[in-house]
């Protein structure tokens, strides 16, 4: 029996870049549901079609790919969005992940890169142009430091110390597969107790977790 295909909307304002785009996917197997050119008309397909990942650019003319990142993952907390961006400035990189991004990719990235991080976004994996997860990472380091004061006394959920191993090791960038070789897990496994420790967090996604981790100092030893 076929697994059902991976659906996907691209949001762009440059009609050939997003058109080729989403020939490109369709072409690789992905089921392309939608295309918009804006940001108010990404957010409203987006709760019509209802895709796995969203493909956003940043720029949209008038309006902003990071505010629709943000209502769209609010509203669509199972829709994950892949940023597709010509920039990869750090401040960027920062304001896309902050308002719910999975993933950032710079327009530069090849046609085989770009299926390849469709696929680990979907799967739930965080994924980042070479560079830009060690910044993130970083950013939320320097947060962590200025929150845990004020957390110090809050009771966190209390995690299986299986779901804290597996919790470790995504802080530390390593995908769902990484890490079910690492512990001797099977993938099924590892994603198991992600999914519940994103329940027991009241989460969305792994770069939310990583964050959680790095703030509660368990991204270390």
Do not use: C
Request: hydrophobic share 40%; glycine share 6%.
């Amino acid at each position: 029996m076929n697994e059902p295909r991976i659906s996907v909307m691209v949001v762009d304002d440059h009609p050939i870049w997003r058109d080729g785009v989403a020939r490109d996917l369709t072409e690789n197997g992905f089921d392309v549901k939608a295309t918009a050119p804006d940001a108010g008309a990404a957010v409203r397909i987006a709760r019509t079609v209802r895709p796995d990942v969203v493909l956003m650019d940043l720029n949209l003319g008038s309006s902003s790919g990071v505010d629709a990142t943000r209502e769209i993952t609010s509203a669509l907390p199972s829709t994950k969005v892949l940023v597709l961006s010509a920039s990869g400035e750090h401040k960027d990189v920062l304001e896309a992940v902050k308002a719910g991004a999975s993933g950032y990719l710079v327009k530069s990235a090849s046609a085989a890169e770009l299926v390849d991080a469709v696929h680990r976004t979907a799967a739930g994996d965080p994924v980042f142009t070479a560079g830009l997860a060690g910044l993130v990472l970083g950013e939320y380091r320097r947060m962590a430091d200025a929150s845990r004061e004020d957390a110090a006394g809050a009771e966190p959920p209390r995690l299986t110390e299986r779901e804290t191993d597996v919790l470790r090791l995504v802080a530390k960038g390593l995908t769902a597969r990484q890490i079910a070789e690492r512990l001797v897990l099977s993938h099924r496994t590892v994603e198991n107790h992600v999914q519940s420790t994103l329940r027991k967090l009241q989460l969305h996604n792994r770069v939310e977790l990583a964050r959680y981790a790095i703030e509660h100092g368990l991204d270390e030893e």
